[in-house]
């Protein structure tokens, strides 16, 4: 008997749904039930915002449990929100997507359930661009798998796309790829443990690369940049990998040094010199230290003055740079090699030079002046430190 009624409601909801549409002539579209993707359904989308499947082995896929004893009549193509309310389930459109709920829940005409349409998602401090999420029941969901890479890119290079239910619940994946997650309102913040919260600063050519974000999870580990990677290699035209810095700039011919969280990236043929005041790193603005002949280290005054406690101003006018402290008053000019110590003339050896609208000037005849330890210490011989000690 029960098989009799099956075959009859089978029946009655063929009648309804008989159709004349051409199934090549219309949109492919994508089938969720409560929110997971069923995979290799045939059905589309007509012109009348109507969604069909191609035959009933589609309709078993998409409702196992209603059609088990069920025996289908017609082999043509199936109306879906007709065979969705007789059993019961609320259908919406959305983005090329049906969503069936079988909890009968009113979908709004797709999508108005949801809690927050658009959410910014920040992982280790970072916003996450391009990414499309929402939050639904107070869960937070990924629109797709690209997603997903977006947010994890390194996390996903090995995943299987297929193997990924969509649309993604976002707290699992990332509880499973060691992240911590937490959420207000439209925002939602993902930190690593063992994360470095300090900005990864990157040079290029010894000058600082603005319009970059990039992380790295501890002090001595790969380097990704979240976006500006083509402000990082200019002319490269790339804009978001699953590599590493270093990989790339192997790739792209610049050498790669990695000190605390500063990045130095050179095919100019120059090593990065860093330079450290009672053993913490000079935090230069723009412009590094480079060395010219012969031999010796130019420095950006402003940066490292401000380290040793020392007033540096500009005179335009004269070309003169005045430091003041310390009991001392140095001034300097650019293009000469002549400076004064509380009024007493000297030289030293190179010329102080302007660059990138820094002044540079010879670290050595600085550290006389004032009478500070100065040393050298070449590094792994792919940078060289200078370290200064009051």
Request: glycine share 8%.
């Amino acid at each position: 008997m029960k098989r009799f009624l099956s075959i009859l409601m089978a029946f009655a909801i063929m009648c309804s749904m008989m159709s004349t549409v051409a199934f090549a002539a219309n949109t492919d579209i994508d089938i969720y039930v409560d929110n997971e993707r069923v995979r290799n359904v045939n059905a589309y989308i007509d012109n009348n915002d109507d969604v069909w499947v191609e035959d009933f082995d589609d309709i078993r896929k998409i409702f196992p449990d209603e059609t088990e004893d069920m025996i289908w009549i017609d082999d043509g193509d199936i109306l879906l929100e007709d065979v969705a309310t007789d059993f019961g389930y609320s259908m919406s459109i959305k983005n090329s997507r049906c969503y069936l709920y079988s909890d009968g829940r009113d979908t709004g005409g797709g999508g108005d359930n949801r809690d927050y349409d658009d959410v910014d998602i920040y992982k280790n401090g970072t916003l996450i661009r391009g990414v499309e999420a929402y939050v639904e029941d107070g869960d937070t969901y990924l629109e797709r798998y690209a997603d997903l890479a977006l947010v994890f890119p390194s996390e996903t290079t090995s995943l299987n796309p297929s193997r990924v239910s969509e649309p993604i619940l976002l707290e699992d994946w990332a509880d499973d790829f060691g992240y911590s997650y937490s959420r207000s309102r439209d925002t939602v913040t993902l930190t690593k443990s063992g994360y470095s919260y300090s900005n990864i600063t990157i040079y290029r050519n010894n000058y600082i690369v603005s319009g970059v974000s990039a992380y790295s999870y501890s002090e001595s580990g790969d380097v990704y940049v979240s976006y500006g990677l083509n402000n990082v290699f200019p002319g490269s035209n790339l804009w978001s990998t699953n590599l590493a810095l270093s990989q790339l700039a192997s790739s792209l011919g610049y050498s790669y040094v990695r000190y605390e969280n500063n990045i130095f990236l050179n095919n100019d043929g120059q090593k990065p010199i860093i330079v450290t005041v009672d053993g913490e790193m000079v935090p230069f603005t723009d412009q590094i230290p480079i060395v010219v002949n012969p031999g010796r280290t130019m420095i950006p005054i402003a940066d490292v003055g401000s380290m040793l406690g020392m007033n540096v101003s500009w005179d335009g006018a004269n070309q003169m740079v005045t430091l003041t402290g310390h009991g001392k008053t140095i001034r300097m000019w650019i293009g000469s090699s002549y400076y004064t110590v509380n009024g007493v003339g000297k030289y030293a050896d190179v010329k102080v030079m302007a660059l990138n609208g820094r002044t540079l000037v010879p670290i050595a005849f600085i550290t006389e002046a004032l009478g500070l330890n100065c040393w050298y210490d070449s590094g792994a011989g792919t940078y060289g430190v200078v370290h200064i000690f009051k």
